[in-house]
C-alpha cells in the first residue's frame, strides 16, 4: 500500500472511531486545506473544522481509497446527526507522514438546510 | 492504467471538452448514479443531470485520478459561469467499457447561491 495511502487511511479510521486527538496526530501543522468553504491554514484551523464534524459523527462508511507515494484519494459516506448521508471526498497530499494539503469536498446544502430548519 | 480508469479519464476528457455525445457513450443505457439531489436512474435522466453542467462549464482540470480493474475515483476542479470553482469527485463502476454505477459528489451551496442571486 502507497505510503500516502497508509496515512490517510490512518487518518480515516482515527476521525471515523471520534477519536480526534489521534486524527489530528496525522495532521502537519502548517495543513493548507481548501475545503467548501474556503481555505483553511494550519493544524488549528483544521482542528477547528474537523472537530464539530466529528462530534455530529454517527458513522463513516469508505467507498473507495487510492494513493501513491505522495497523494491519497478517498470518497466515504458519513452519517451524521444532522445529515443521514453526507458522503465526503479528500485529495491529500502527505509528506514525512502526515497531511500537508487537502483538497476537501461535500455537499453543503443538506447541512445549511438542516441548520435554517434548526433556527 | 486500470480498465475502469481508462474510461473514467476518457468519460472526463469528454465531457471537458463539452462534447455530451462522447461523453455518453460511456455511460451504460442502465447506469444508476448517487448524486447530491438524489438517484438518477438510466442514462436519460444522467443527460439530463450532465448536459446544462457541460453547457456552463468554462474549463476543468483533474486534480487526482486512481482506479482498479473495476472501480475508478477522480477528483477535478471545474470553472462554470455561475461558480468559478466547482470541484467535483465522481466514484465510478465499469463494466464492459461503461460506467453502470456513479457516485457524484459536489457542493451544490454555491450553484444554490447563484441561482438565488440571478433571480
Given amino acids: ?3 500516502a495511502l497508509k496515512v490517510a487511511l ?3 479510521e482515527a476521525w471515523k472511531s471520534r ?3 489521534r486524527a489530528m496526530s496525522y495532521i502537519a501543522d502548517d495543513i493548507v486545506c481548501d475545503a467548501p468553504a474556503g481555505r483553511l491554514e494550519g493544524a488549528d484551523a483544521y482542528r477547528a473544522f474537523l472537530s464539530p464534524f ?3 459523527l454517527r458513522s463513516a462508511t469508505m467507498l473507495a481509497a487510492f494513493g501513491d507515494d505522495e ?3 478517498v470518497m466515504y459516506d458519513a452519517e451524521t446527526v444532522p445529515v ?3 458522503p465526503g471526498a479528500e485529495c491529500v497530499t502527505v509528506r514525512a507522514g502526515r497531511i500537508v494539503y487537502s483538497r476537501f469536498l461535500f455537499d453543503r446544502a443538506p447541512f445549511d438546510a438542516a441548520r435554517r430548519q434548526a433556527v
Fill in 1 to 3: 500500500m502507497s505510503t
Fill in 10 to 12: 490512518a487518518y480515516h
Fill in 19 to 21: 477519536d480526534l486527538e
Fill in 54 to 56: 466529528v462530534q455530529m
Fill in 71 to 73: 497523494t491519497a484519494l
Fill in 84 to 86: 443521514p448521508s453526507a
